[in-house]
Nanobody, 122 residues
Framework: QVHVVESGGGSVQAGGSLRLSCAAS????????MGWYRQAPGKQRELVAT???????NYADFVKGRFTISRDNAKNTVYLQMNSLKPEDTAVYYC????????????????WGQGTQVTVSS
């Protein structure tokens, strides 16, 4: 079993900052990519940022220069530092991790967290 739990969401005024955390736990052998996605009401889920096990990052254009993704491999945790938040950043933010489990080191599967709400007011 693999569990993925996000934390750090909340409400903030435009221009403010929040830091999201996502921890994976369970029968983990290794973690490949980790990422953040978001879904606003009435919209499809979209990529925010991803980071590989080697530390390479990828960002959606709408967060470049404002958000920073990082990870702590020893803690199986990924972070999203969000600065200069805008009302249009309001969404449920989901964490996704690619995990191989103990006993199956070559098979990676994607796991999602339950989501954390971020609300930015103008």
């Amino acid at each position: 079993q693999v569990h993925v739990v996000e934390s750090g969401g909340g409400s903030v005024q435009a221009g403010g900052s929040l830091r999201l955390s996502c921890a994976a736990s369970g029968t983990i052998f290794s973690i490949n990519a980790m990422g953040w996605y978001r879904q606003a009401p009435g919209k499809q889920r979209e990529l925010v940022a991803t980071i590989t096990s080697g530390g390479s990052t990828n960002y959606a254009d709408f967060v470049k220069g404002r958000f920073t993704i990082s990870r702590d491999n020893a803690k199986n945790t990924v972070y999203l530092q969000m600065n200069s938040l805008k009302p249009e950043d309001t969404a449920v933010y989901y964490c996704n991790v690619e995990v191989s489990q103990l006993g199956h080191p070559g098979s990676f599967y994607s796991y999602w967290g339950q989501g954390t709400q971020v609300t930015v007011s103008s």
